[in-house]
C-alpha cells in the first residue's frame, strides 16, 4: 500500500510563496493521478491541483497562475509550488495519489498526513 508523507506547510505572509512536497514509499506505475487537496475548519475539502504521469495538470480556478504543481518519477515525489499566496489559501492541504489497480482494474486512493498553510495579511 502506497504511503505519502508530506512537508513543507508553514506560515506565511500575503503575497509570499510556499513549496509542498509529497514522497511516496514506493514508485507510483500504472495509469496514475497525483494531486493536491485542501480543506479549511468547516469547508469541504476541494481539489487544488493534479498532475498525470505524463505530466498533463489541472488547477482550481482559484489558484490558476499562482500554483505549479510538478512530479519526479525517479523519486517519486510531487510538489506543489505555491506563489502569491493569498489568506484563503489558508487551509490544510493534502496529498493524494489515485492509482489504477491493473489486476483489479479499480481505482485506489492514497492520502498523505495534510501540512498546515497559514497565510497572514
Known amino acids: 500500500q502506497v504511503q505519502l508523507v508530506e512537508s513543507g506547510g508553514g506560515l506565511v505572509q500575503a503575497g509570499g510563496s510556499l513549496r509542498l512536497s509529497c514522497a511516496a514509499s514506493e514508485s507510483i506505475f500504472g495509469h496514475n493521478v497525483m494531486g493536491w487537496y485542501r480543506q479549511a475548519p468547516g469547508k469541504q475539502r476541494e481539489l487544488v491541483a493534479s498532475?498525470?504521469?505524463?505530466?498533463?495538470?489541472n488547477y482550481a480556478d482559484s489558484v490558476k497562475g499562482r500554483f505549479t504543481t510538478s512530479r519526479d518519477n525517479a523519486v517519486n515525489t510531487v510538489y506543489l509550488q505555491m506563489n502569491s499566496l493569498k489568506p484563503e489559501d489558508t487551509a490544510v492541504y493534502y496529498c493524494?495519489?489515485?492509482?489504477?489497480?491493473?489486476?483489479?482494474?479499480?481505482?485506489?486512493?492514497?492520502w498523505g498526513q495534510g501540512t498546515q498553510v497559514t497565510v497572514s495579511s
Open positions: 498532475i498525470t504521469l505524463g505530466g498533463r495538470t
Open positions: 493524494n495519489v489515485r492509482l489504477l489497480n491493473v489486476v483489479s482494474r479499480m481505482w485506489n486512493d492514497y
